[in-house]
């Protein structure tokens, strides 16, 4: 699946999934949701994040919590 406003670089927040290469990361935004805090408040605070941005990262946190790792056999 593709996420174009999710990113992965080694070189930004150790490789975390991050908000279009910004030092902001997925898990991050899920924290803030999580603990109750509103859209329009973390829009306020990170003013460089869209709302599309937080979308993007349930989106993401979705899609991951639907992988299954499968032992290899050998």
């Known amino acids: 699946m593709q996420f174009e406003r999710i990113s992965h670089d080694p ?3 150790g490789g975390k999934p ?4 910004l030092r902001v990361t997925v898990g ?3 924290g803030l949701l999580a603990s109750g805090q ?8 990170y003013p460089y994040l869209e709302p ?3 979308d993007a990262a349930l ?4 899609w991951r919590m639907e992988e ?3 032992p290899l056999v050998g």
């Open 38 to 45: 509103p859209r329009e408040r973390i829009l306020a605070a």
């Open 59 to 62: 989106a993401y946190a979705a």
């Open 68 to 70: 299954r790792e499968e």
């Open 28 to 30: 991050m935004l899920l």
């Open 18 to 21: 991050c908000i279009r290469g």
């Open 11 to 13: 070189a930004v927040m």
């Open 52 to 54: 599309g941005d937080i």
